[in-house]
């Protein structure tokens, strides 16, 4: 059993939650609910494995908060 990470996000025009896997040509999907959208991915990545096996152009690392002021200048100092 292989496991891909997917980054998930919710599109505020449409409320669906949208989903990909990043590096992964084609593996992204949307959905209604969390569920749904891990069954669309689970499907699409299986239709896509069929043809052999990836290759990866990114790896997902995670995610980071970045700060700014309300006025949009960062937050620290410039170098």
Known sequence: MKIFTA??????DTGLY???VPGFPGAHSQ???L???N????EVIEMLLEDGEPVL???FIGTQNVS???NGQASGSQT
């Not at 980054?7 to 505020?12: L, N, P, Q």
């Not at 069954?39 to 689970?42: M, T």
């Open 39 to 42: 069954r669309n991915l689970r």
């Open 31 to 33: 959905g209604e609910s």
């Open 68 to 70: 700014v002021s309300s």
């Open 57 to 59: 152009d990114s790896e």
């Open 18 to 20: 949208v989903g990909y």
């Open 7 to 12: 980054v998930v996000e919710k599109c505020g």
């Open 35 to 37: 569920d749904e959208l």
